[in-house]
């Protein structure tokens, strides 16, 4: 299985929502991403983990917290968004931190 | 600061004719990945490329590394229409913080 997978595929939320996106891998490995990406820019990177430890926070803002319940699993939890933050989130993985990454499909979230 | 430019942003390719994107950053790096985008998909790993004079290549693109002139370069070998597509170099670096940078992108269109 060389897959990464995310859910959802859409997400619209309102600003006092709370959500949470999920991503998946089955590939053994041990470093997992998250990026946001706005249309028709580059991604940036958020998080990431490193055998299931936070090891980069890339000053993103606490209405996003990411969550790594184990090796297969993370999770990005969303609370009290802004507009500004609809966005692509794309999730990765690697075998080490630093290897090549696989992305899921993303999730593309719409904040009203 | 670390600061990645890609040159061009926009290429107009012709089938069959070769092409280099460039790639340009300000400071020491660990690592020096390629990516391509497919208009509202997700990323796709290319390459990484750690050393200098590093040389990968699959099938139509290879990808190089001058970590003394700070200078990647991705060429593309007889186009075809497939390879069209937005590319992504982006630059890690651990000397201070860790931070990741990634170019502006290149937006390719391959022409017959």
């Excluded at chain 2, 990484?48 to 060429?75: F, I, P």
Aim: aromatic share 10%; glycine share 4%; proline share 4%.
């Amino acid at each position: 299985d060389t897959e990464v997978t995310q859910t959802p595929k859409h997400l619209v939320m309102g600003m006092t929502n709370k959500k949470s996106l999920k991503c998946e891998q089955h590939m053994g490995h041990r470093a997992m991403y998250w990026y946001k990406q706005k249309a028709k820019k580059p991604p940036e990177l958020m998080f990431v983990y490193s055998y299931e430890k936070l090891s980069i926070n890339e000053s993103v803002p606490s209405r996003f917290s990411p969550e790594c319940p184990n090796s297969s699993l993370l999770n990005l939890h969303l609370h009290a968004l802004q507009p500004e933050d609809s966005a692509l989130y794309l999730c990765a993985s690697s075998l080490l931190f630093g290897d090549t990454q696989y992305f899921g499909p993303g999730t593309r979230l719409t904040v009203l | 600061e670390l600061k990645v430019e890609q040159n061009p942003l926009f290429l107009s390719m012709q089938e069959g004719k070769n092409y280099t994107i460039y790639c340009n950053y300000s400071t020491t790096s660990d690592r020096l990945y390629w990516y391509r985008q497919d208009p509202g998909k997700s990323l796709e790993s290319l390459f990484v490329l750690l050393s200098n004079g590093a040389v990968k290549q699959e099938g139509r693109l290879m990808a190089s590394l001058d970590t003394k002139a700070r200078l990647s370069t991705l060429h593309i070998t007889a186009a075809v229409h497939d390879l069209s597509a937005t590319y992504f170099c982006a630059v890690d670096t651990s000397s201070n913080d860790y931070k990741l940078s990634f170019g502006a992108g290149t937006t390719v269109t391959v022409r017959a």
